[in-house]
T-cell receptor, first 114, second 110 residues
Framework: SAVISQKPSRDICQRGTSLTIQCQVDSQVTMMFWYRQQPGQSLTLIATANQGSEATYESGFVIDKFPISRPNLTFSTLTVSNMSPEDSSIYLC???????????FGPGTRLTVL | EDQVTQSPEALRLQEGESSSLNCSYTVSGLRGLFWYRQDPGKGPEFLFTLYSAGEEKEKERLKATLTKKESFLHITAPKPEDSATYLCAVRNTGFQKLVFGTGTRLLVSP
């Protein structure tokens, strides 16, 4: 199984600022995903991070608000831009490899926007 | 559109009281059905993948089963440490993304 770390684990931010979340995997993976989990809710896919090209965003999510980078096969970042209190959520990085259908999740980043 | 519905939303059991969680799904072509456990403030932890109707997987006190329309997660003689939210998700044969249900919050009292 893949071991995934995320930084920061939590943060409290002011409205209008931006936060970049890092995701590091201990092995090369094929697919990397970013999810949001709002309080008491299930997981919603934000985008699929593609190595060396633009991310693929789900309906309701746009690149200007959630820019994503994936410079290599083991690392990705998600930025939450111009934050508002509605962005308060847990943000989760998730990965799969070409060898398995299983999708593994990182520990999450708990974001609170005041 | 692929959909996953989990029931009940919440379940309270006494230690040792066995029960089942339900996951109903509609998907145009099932590539896999996944069960995860999520503790508060943590990321989901992978439990099982099921691929075809009739398949069963077991791990300690948990057993997952699959039919063409639903999956069950059976919990035998649960312990307080089994308390968590259990999430079900499906992956379509044509896409990579998982579609999640809203989960069942399980509380096991000593």
């Amino acid at each position: 199984s893949a071991v995934i770390s995320q930084k920061p684990s939590r943060d409290i931010c002011q409205r209008g600022t931006s936060l970049t979340i890092q995701c590091q995997v201990d092995s090369q993976v094929t697919m990397m995903f970013w999810y949001r989990q709002q309080p008491g809710q299930s997981l919603t896919l934000i985008a699929t991070a593609n190595q060396g090209s633009e991310a693929t965003y789900e309906s309701g999510f746009v690149i200007d608000k959630f820019p994503i980078s994936r410079p290599n096969l083991t690392f990705s970042t998600l930025t939450v831009s111009n934050m508002s209190p509605e962005d308060s959520s847990i943000y989760l990085c998730s990965v799969t490899s070409e060898y398995t259908d299983t999708q593994y999740f990182g520990p999450g980043t708990r974001l609170t926007v005041l | 559109e692929d959909q996953v519905t989990q029931s009940p939303e919440a379940l309270r059991l006494q230690e040792g009281e066995s029960s089942s969680l339900n996951c109903s799904y509609t998907v145009s072509g099932l590539r896999g059905l996944f069960w995860y456990r999520q503790d508060p403030g943590k990321g989901p932890e992978f439990l099982f993948t099921l691929y075809s109707a009739g398949e069963e997987k077991e791990k300690e006190r948990l057993k997952a089963t699959l039919t063409k329309k639903e999956s069950f997660l059976h919990i035998t003689a649960p312990k307080p440490e089994d308390s968590a939210t259990y999430l079900c998700a499906v992956r379509n044969t044509g896409f990579q993304k998982l579609v999640f249900g809203t989960g069942t919050r399980l509380l096991v009292s000593p």
